[in-house]
Each structure stands twice: as structure tokens, then as C-alpha cells.
């Protein structure tokens, strides 16, 4: 049996193997990491754009943090036979690389849109969706139109073009919500797409009062085929850069997930995760002197006149009128009358708004943390691990802010991207940042700080007092949906690694929001983009013990405040209450 100073041990060999003879200069990296009884494999097919897979034989162990340090190889990959293609005419890039696993299968299918209609260019508003004509009627079911406490209300909603014609096919992107702004009270809708211009929203009457309907056009059908079509051809519209430094020699190059191999790349594909990054390699340097990662400059990529179907207070973002009234008075729920349910879908809302604080459906109780020692008593003892975009640094900002005791650390670190700590040494409070890896438009920002989620989940002890938080959507709308698929598989299986080793350990997820649209903000970031991602983030951590939503879409939809990528302080409240309430349940919940 091998000793433990043996199993401690880790050995990393990696060569290359060049087929020299193949027309397509297949390069193939090749790494076996021994890693006390199992042995791992990754492999790297250059020709063939195969995603990096680790493939284990004998035994199970993961990979660790420090073998994939010590076998980091940055690598430089030309291929010859690519000829040079103008950005203007270049087609799709595949940023998918490998055949899709079943769940993958699964997974696109759950999330597929209804058939979009083919936009003929130069596009002609005409024959689009326009929510100035559509419109919306609250359907009444019982005599007298009185409505309880516990029914289900519907709406149906009918979209019209701009010459004020009915819509004969679906695909619009519509939102709902129901509110009363005296009582403070919201709740997100559901709405379903009968494919033939007419949608029904459906919501819960949950309060007693008035509740008026509201219901927002995102983007018209036809806007959704321009979005796909951006994924599918220019995943890459969102520029990334490095700089590359050694002395006084300094080069900037252009990086991303997907790049057309029409130059030599450096390759920093993660070794332990298989993420894949490339950079053009500079002219004078070698891929080992990159210093930094930024955003770049963004490209819309229309063709003519495209931007038309993305104009704020025409068709973007655009409230629907009703055709009558557009609210109900709600009564107290009644013993023995039967309660009034939609037939059309569930609407199964995460919880809603009264006098301005969530209250959780189907949850645990969500508790109001009100004031800074309530907050910190919670805290007490624990250690917050907070992980992923701007969002959740938001999360971070907002405790520091709130609790005068909870001191940040200088650690000299980017102001977006961190890292950050934060301490209160009385209480032995501890509550961390760190941004997620590539891709992260960012400013200016240390390559070697840039950190995989799933890598750190893997240096954690974990444990009753730790707590990891985390949160990636933001970054991810330019790509195809299986690029944040395979990036959420590899956190994952971080998360299940760090709960079968410390099963105490809580684990808090943040969803993805709607935001304020603009043209370039919904070219790279739409709401849509992030619907999409939305559900296959619920999807793929439903069901994990002590793995826990905060569902940021539906407290910002609920919400009457506009919509915004970092949700106004009364709403950023409200999320921070459902964590500490996940961390610290009320006795009664």
C-alpha cells in the first residue's frame, strides 16, 4: 500500500505528440497526472477544435488545485491551412467544440424558444411586433368578477404588428408582474406562448387589495432571430485583450473563448476545469508573459437597419395597455369557496413583495435582518466565500457598507475584479471576493489573479461556519448557451466535491436579473440572454442538498422599481435577508 507521504506526492508529465505528415498539423497535448491510485488524462485536439476533456481511469480523485498549477502549460498553436478571413465575411465560429453529452441534450431542449420568423434586411418595422398596438384583457371566470385571496388571475395578451394587424405566430419575449405600490406588494407572472400572436400571463393573488396588472414587451419575435443569429455567428463581439510584458517589450493581443485560428494562439486552457482561453500569440514574446486581461471594444454586427428592433420606447422594454381595466379589487379568502385556478400553467412565483419586504412560497421563511448587530450576530463565526461577476461584488459592497465592524482589507486589488476581504475581528467574521475567470469584461486586471470557480470550491476545507456564495450569468449572453453549460458542469461538480467533504457546508446561489436595456447592452447582454441562462443555472443545481437559490429574476420582475444589472439598495436588501435567512433560518421557519 502506498504510504501517505507517497499519496501526498503528485507527478505531472506532459508531451506533445505532432502528427508531422498531417495536412491539418494535428497537435495533441497530452498530460497524465498520477495522482496517488488514479491517473488522469487531458487531451487537446487542435484540428478538430475538441474541447479539453480529463478523462480518470482506476480510481476516483479529483484533480487538485496544485497539480493543475504545477502542469499549467502555456502552449502556441498555428495552423497553416487557415487562410486569413476578413471579420466582414467570416461565418459561424464554433465556440461549441465538442459533441453535446445528453444532458447537454437535455438541457438545450428544456430551454429551446419558439421558431422565430426569418427577418428580411433592410428590416421594415411594418410587419414586427409593436406594443403601442397590442394589447392585454384580465379574464373574468366567475360571476360577478369578484376575485379571493388563493385564486389565480389571467390575462391574455394579443400582439400586433405596426400596421395595427394581429401576430399569426409567437416568439415575442414578454414579461409580467402584479403589484399595488401603496401596500408595497409585487409578484412576478408567468407567461405562456400559445405560438399564434396571443400569450396568457397568469399570476397568484396573494395580498388583499388592489393588484394591477402590468405587462412589458422585452423584445419582439423578430428581434429574438437577430440575437440568435449574433450567438451563432459573432460569439466573439465582445473583444478581450492581454498584455503581454517582458522589460521594456510590451504587445496587446486580442483573447477570447473562441478565436478563428487564422494567427499562432497561446492557449491557457485550464488544466484542471478543461475552460478553454486563447490569445494571439504576440510577435516578439512568448505566451508566458502575459500579464493582464481587459475588455475591449464591443461590435454590434447588424446588418441593415437591424438596430431598429431595438429601440427603447418603441420596441424594447415597452409596456402593453390594457383594452379594459387593468386592475382587480382582491377579498379575503373565503372558508368553503372554491378557489379559482388557471388551467393555462402554474405560475409557481419564487415568493413576492408586501409592504416592501420578499416573503418566500414554498420556502424557508425569510426573516428581515433590519440592523447591523442583527446581521452580525448572524455572521458571527462564519466564513462567506462570495464568487463570480459584478453582481455578487454588489452583495460584498453592500455588507461592508451596512455593518460599520466589518473592516475591508487593502489588498491593492483591481476595483472590479478583487480580490477583497473584509473582517471583524470581535466577532471572527470573515466575507471574501473574488471575480470569476475569463470571459470578464472588466478593466485592467492581473492574468494571474483571474481565478476558476470550480478551483477555488477545491482549495475550501468547507464546514458548518463556511458559507460560499456565488453568482455567474453577466458575462456569458455573447456566447452559445453550451460555453456556460460546461462552465456551470465544472462548478458543479466543485460544489459536490466540497459537500461530500464537509456536508455542513452551505451553499448560496444568486440568479440572474433583468436589466436596463440599451442597444449595445441588449446586443450582449439581453434579457433574453440571460432568461436562457437563467434556467439552465436552476436546472443544473435543482435537487443538490444545502445548495440554495436567491432568485434575483423574480425579486427584480416583483419589484417597482426599474429594472437595473445591480438592483437598487431596497432590493439588494431584500436578497441579503434570504441569504442570512439560509445561513441563519428563523426558529419557526
Same mark, same amino acid.
Given at each position: 500500500?502506498?504510504?501517505?507521504?507517497?499519496?501526498?506526492?503528485?507527478?505531472? $508529465? +506532459?508531451?506533445? @505528440?505532432?502528427?508531422?505528415?498531417?495536412?491539418?498539423?494535428?497537435?495533441?497535448?497530452?498530460?497524465?497526472?498520477? +495522482?496517488?491510485?488514479?491517473?488522469?488524462?487531458?487531451?487537446?485536439?487542435?484540428?478538430?477544435?475538441?474541447?479539453?476533456?480529463?478523462?480518470?481511469?482506476?480510481?476516483?480523485?479529483?484533480?487538485?488545485?496544485?497539480?493543475?498549477?504545477?502542469?499549467?502549460?502555456?502552449?502556441?498553436f498555428q495552423n497553416k491551412t487557415t487562410p486569413?478571413?476578413?471579420?466582414?465575411?467570416?461565418?459561424?465560429?464554433?465556440?461549441?467544440?465538442?459533441?453535446?453529452?445528453?444532458?447537454?441534450?437535455? @438541457?438545450?431542449?428544456?430551454?429551446?424558444?419558439?421558431?422565430?420568423?426569418?427577418?428580411?434586411?433592410?428590416?421594415?418595422?411594418?410587419?414586427?411586433?409593436d406594443p403601442a398596438h397590442s394589447t392585454f384583457?384580465? =379574464?373574468?371566470?366567475?360571476?360577478?368578477?369578484?376575485?379571493?385571496?388563493?385564486?389565480?388571475?389571467?390575462?391574455?395578451?394579443?400582439?400586433?404588428?405596426?400596421?395595427?394587424?394581429?401576430?399569426?405566430?409567437?416568439?415575442?419575449?414578454? $414579461?409580467?408582474?402584479?403589484?399595488?405600490?401603496?401596500?408595497?406588494?409585487?409578484?412576478? #407572472?408567468?407567461?405562456?406562448?400559445?405560438?399564434?400572436?396571443?400569450?396568457?400571463?397568469?399570476?397568484? !393573488? !396573494?395580498?388583499?387589495?388592489?393588484?394591477?396588472?402590468?405587462?412589458?414587451?422585452?423584445?419582439?419575435?423578430?428581434?429574438?432571430?437577430?440575437?440568435?443569429?449574433? *450567438?451563432?455567428?459573432?460569439?466573439?463581439?465582445?473583444?478581450?485583450?492581454?498584455?503581454?510584458?517582458?522589460?521594456?517589450?510590451?504587445?496587446?493581443?486580442?483573447?477570447?473563448?473562441?478565436?478563428?485560428?487564422?494567427?499562432?494562439?497561446?492557449?491557457?486552457?485550464?488544466?484542471?476545469? #478543461?475552460?478553454?482561453?486563447?490569445?494571439?500569440?504576440?510577435?516578439?514574446?512568448?505566451?508566458?508573459?502575459?500579464?493582464?486581461?481587459?475588455?475591449?471594444?464591443?461590435?454590434?454586427?447588424?446588418?441593415?437597419?437591424?438596430?431598429? @428592433?431595438?429601440?427603447?420606447?418603441?420596441?424594447?422594454?415597452?409596456?402593453?395597455?390594457?383594452?379594459?381595466?387593468?386592475?382587480?379589487? $382582491?377579498?379575503?379568502?373565503?372558508?368553503?369557496?372554491?378557489?379559482?385556478?388557471?388551467?393555462?400553467?402554474?405560475?409557481?412565483?419564487?415568493?413576492?413583495?408586501?409592504?416592501?419586504?420578499?416573503?418566500?412560497? #414554498?420556502? +424557508?421563511?425569510?426573516?428581515?435582518?433590519?440592523?447591523?448587530?442583527?446581521?452580525?450576530?448572524?455572521?458571527?463565526?462564519?466564513?462567506?466565500?462570495?464568487?463570480?461577476?459584478?453582481?455578487?461584488?454588489?452583495?460584498?459592497?453592500?455588507?461592508?457598507?451596512?455593518?460599520?465592524?466589518?473592516?475591508?482589507?487593502?489588498?491593492?486589488?483591481?476595483?472590479?475584479?478583487?480580490?477583497?476581504?473584509?473582517?471583524?475581528?470581535?466577532?471572527?467574521? !470573515?466575507?471574501?471576493?473574488?471575480?470569476?475567470?475569463?470571459?470578464?469584461?472588466?478593466?485592467?486586471?492581473?492574468?494571474?489573479?483571474?481565478?476558476?470557480?470550480?478551483?477555488?470550491?477545491?482549495? =475550501?476545507?468547507?464546514?458548518?461556519?463556511?458559507?460560499?456564495?456565488?453568482?455567474?450569468?453577466?458575462?456569458?449572453?455573447?456566447?452559445?448557451?453550451? $460555453?456556460?453549460?460546461?462552465?456551470?458542469?465544472?462548478?458543479?461538480? +466543485?460544489?459536490?466535491? =466540497?459537500?461530500?467533504?464537509?456536508?455542513?457546508?452551505?451553499?448560496?446561489?444568486?440568479?440572474? *436579473?433583468?436589466?436596463? =436595456?440599451?442597444?449595445?447592452?441588449?446586443?450582449?447582454?439581453?434579457?433574453?440572454?440571460?432568461?436562457?441562462?437563467?434556467?439552465?443555472?436552476?436546472?443544473?443545481?435543482? #435537487?443538490?442538498?444545502?445548495?440554495?437559490?436567491?432568485?434575483?429574476?423574480?425579486?427584480?420582475?416583483?419589484?417597482?422599481?426599474?429594472?437595473?444589472?445591480?438592483?437598487?439598495?431596497?432590493?439588494?436588501? *431584500?436578497?441579503?435577508?434570504?441569504?442570512?435567512?439560509?445561513?441563519?433560518?428563523?426558529?419557526?421557519?
Open positions: 500500500m502506498e504510504s501517505g507521504a507517497g499519496r501526498s506526492r503528485r507527478i505531472a $508529465v +506532459a508531451f506533445w @505528440l505532432t502528427l508531422i505528415n498531417n495536412p491539418k498539423k494535428t497537435a495533441i497535448l497530452i498530460s497524465i497526472f498520477l +495522482a496517488g491510485p488514479a491517473v488522469y488524462v487531458l487531451r487537446y485536439n487542435i484540428s478538430t477544435q475538441e474541447t479539453p476533456a480529463v478523462a480518470k481511469v482506476k480510481a476516483v480523485r479529483p484533480l487538485t488545485p496544485a497539480v493543475a498549477k504545477v502542469t499549467a502549460v502555456h502552449q502556441v486569413t478571413t476578413p471579420v466582414s465575411n467570416r461565418q459561424h465560429i464554433n465556440c461549441s467544440h465538442q459533441q453535446l453529452s445528453p444532458e447537454e441534450r437535455r @438541457l438545450l431542449d428544456s430551454i429551446a424558444w419558439t421558431k422565430t420568423p426569418h427577418v428580411p434586411v433592410p428590416v421594415s418595422l411594418s410587419t414586427t411586433s384583457t384580465i =379574464l373574468l371566470v366567475r360571476a360577478g368578477g369578484q376575485w379571493h385571496v388563493g385564486d389565480e388571475l389571467e390575462a391574455l395578451i394579443q400582439i400586433c404588428d405596426f400596421q395595427g394587424r394581429p401576430k399569426q405566430f409567437g416568439g415575442d419575449f414578454l $414579461v409580467a408582474r402584479l403589484h399595488d405600490q401603496t401596500l408595497g406588494a409585487g409578484v412576478a #407572472g408567468r407567461v405562456v406562448d400559445h405560438l399564434n400572436g396571443y400569450y396568457t400571463a397568469v399570476f397568484p !393573488l !396573494l395580498w388583499e387589495g388592489q393588484a394591477q396588472v402590468e405587462v412589458t414587451l422585452v423584445h419582439p419575435s423578430e428581434a429574438i432571430t437577430v440575437l440568435r443569429r449574433l *450567438n451563432m455567428e459573432h460569439p466573439d463581439r465582445v473583444e478581450y485583450k492581454s498584455v503581454f510584458r517582458s522589460g521594456s517589450v510590451s504587445e496587446t493581443m486580442v483573447c477570447n473563448i473562441c478565436l478563428p485560428q487564422n494567427q499562432p494562439l497561446c492557449n491557457y486552457t485550464d488544466l484542471h476545469t #478543461g475552460e478553454p482561453w486563447f490569445c494571439y500569440k504576440p510577435r516578439n514574446l512568448n505566451c508566458e508573459t502575459r500579464i493582464s486581461h481587459y475588455k475591449g471594444r464591443v461590435s454590434q454586427n447588424l446588418m441593415d437597419k437591424e438596430e431598429t @428592433l431595438f429601440e427603447s420606447g418603441v420596441n424594447m422594454k415597452v409596456s402593453i395597455r390594457a383594452s379594459g381595466p387593468d386592475k382587480v379589487t $382582491v377579498l379575503p379568502k373565503e372558508q368553503g369557496q372554491p378557489e379559482v385556478k388557471s388551467s393555462t400553467v402554474k405560475p409557481e412565483p419564487a415568493g413576492y413583495y408586501y409592504q416592501g419586504a420578499w416573503r418566500a412560497l #414554498g420556502g +424557508a421563511t425569510v426573516h428581515q435582518f433590519n440592523d447591523a448587530s442583527a446581521i452580525s450576530q448572524c455572521l458571527t463565526d462564519k466564513v462567506v466565500h462570495m464568487y463570480g461577476d459584478s453582481t455578487m461584488r454588489q452583495w460584498f459592497e453592500h455588507l461592508s457598507r451596512v455593518l460599520p465592524d466589518l473592516k475591508v482589507i487593502n489588498l491593492h486589488s483591481s476595483t472590479q475584479c478583487g480580490p477583497f476581504m473584509a473582517v471583524d475581528t470581535a466577532r471572527n467574521i !470573515l466575507v471574501k471576493f473574488h471575480c470569476h475567470a475569463p470571459p470578464i469584461r472588466s478593466y485592467t486586471v492581473s492574468s494571474i489573479k483571474l481565478g476558476y470557480v470550480s478551483n477555488e470550491l477545491n482549495w =475550501l476545507v468547507g464546514g458548518s461556519n463556511t458559507v460560499v456564495v456565488f453568482s455567474i450569468w453577466a458575462h456569458f449572453g455573447t456566447y452559445p448557451v453550451e $460555453v456556460y453549460i460546461r462552465r456551470l458542469q465544472s462548478i458543479r461538480r +466543485a460544489v459536490q466535491r =466540497l459537500l461530500d467533504r464537509a456536508p455542513e457546508t452551505l451553499v448560496v446561489i444568486r440568479t440572474g *436579473n433583468l436589466k436596463a =436595456l440599451t442597444l449595445d447592452v441588449a446586443l450582449s447582454n439581453s434579457d433574453w440572454y440571460s432568461l436562457q441562462r437563467d434556467k439552465v443555472l436552476r436546472d443544473m443545481f435543482k #435537487g443538490l442538498k444545502n445548495v440554495h437559490l436567491v432568485d434575483a429574476w423574480d425579486m427584480v420582475l416583483a419589484h417597482h422599481l426599474p429594472h437595473d444589472l445591480h438592483p437598487p439598495p431596497p432590493i439588494i436588501k *431584500n436578497m441579503i435577508d434570504v441569504l442570512l435567512s439560509y445561513i441563519c433560518p428563523p426558529k419557526n421557519g
